[in-house]
């Protein structure tokens, strides 16, 4: 069954403090992404990557980062934890072309104390 | 700018007790509409594609349509295991997907 793994499922980090969230994808997709779900505001995009080495701002990119150094590993870098930031982190991968549905993983708790 | 609302926030039904949902979407050049189910604590799961105006598809008790300002999801003799949150997503010139807040979904016996 092809997926899309993300390491944590909940994860409490402290102010200040820089976070590391990994996702990996076994099914050779082009195309990764970084979302993350607030109630009221819906999947917002922070990162995507097309390509290794390559990544393009979403509409939310201030305070993160990430790093796509092999095709299968898309990773989100929270330079410095801050409250705002907890939310639930979801990653997502597709195929270039024909639109197509993006796989999810099952997504990261973040609470920022 | 790419937008998607859905319509309604929440609803609930009873099992048996068909009904549709609302996407109404603004889109520079669609390239598909996109549904997906979400279940608590978890990632969205796929459910549909699609692409022109006038196409539908089917899974079980789902059945998606699409016109050129709206998509809907019809929901047909519910059950309880079919409580979720529905996504909506467009895909434009941008190829990036823009998603609705979703609506809540609760079938109750």
């Known amino acids: 069954d092809v997926k899309v793994t993300q390491s944590s499922r909940y994860l409490v980090k402290r102010t200040g403090e820089k976070v590391f969230l990994e996702c990996v994808q076994d099914?050779?997709?082009?195309?990764m992404f970084w979302y993350r779900q607030d109630p009221g505001l819906g999947l917002r995009l922070i990162y995507f990557s097309y390509d290794v080495k390559m990544k393009e701002k979403g509409d939310i990119p201030e305070g993160y980062s990430v790093s796509r150094e092999k095709k299968e590993r898309f990773s989100l870098i929270l330079e410095s934890a801050s409250t705002n930031q907890t939310s639930m982190y979801l990653c997502?991968?597709?195929?270039?072309?024909?639109?197509?549905?993006?796989?999810f993983g099952s997504g990261t708790r973040l609470t920022v104390v | 700018e790419d937008q998607v609302t859905q319509s309604p926030e929440a609803l609930r039904l009873q099992e048996g007790e068909s009904s549709s949902l609302n996407c109404s979407y603004t889109v520079s050049g669609l390239r598909g509409l996109f549904w997906y189910r979400q279940d608590p604590g978890k990632g969205p799961e796929f459910l549909f594609t699609l692409y022109s105006a006038g196409e539908e598809k089917e899974k079980e008790r789902l059945k998606a349509t699409l016109t050129k300002k709206e998509s809907f999801l019809h929901i047909t003799a519910p059950k309880p295991e079919d409580s979720a949150t529905y996504l909506c997503a467009v895909s434009g010139t941008a190829s990036k997907l823009t998603f609705g807040t979703g609506t809540r979904l609760q079938v109750t016996l």
């Open positions: 997502a991968s597709s195929t270039t072309g024909a639109p197509s549905g993006y796989t």
């Open positions: 099914m050779d997709h082009e195309n």
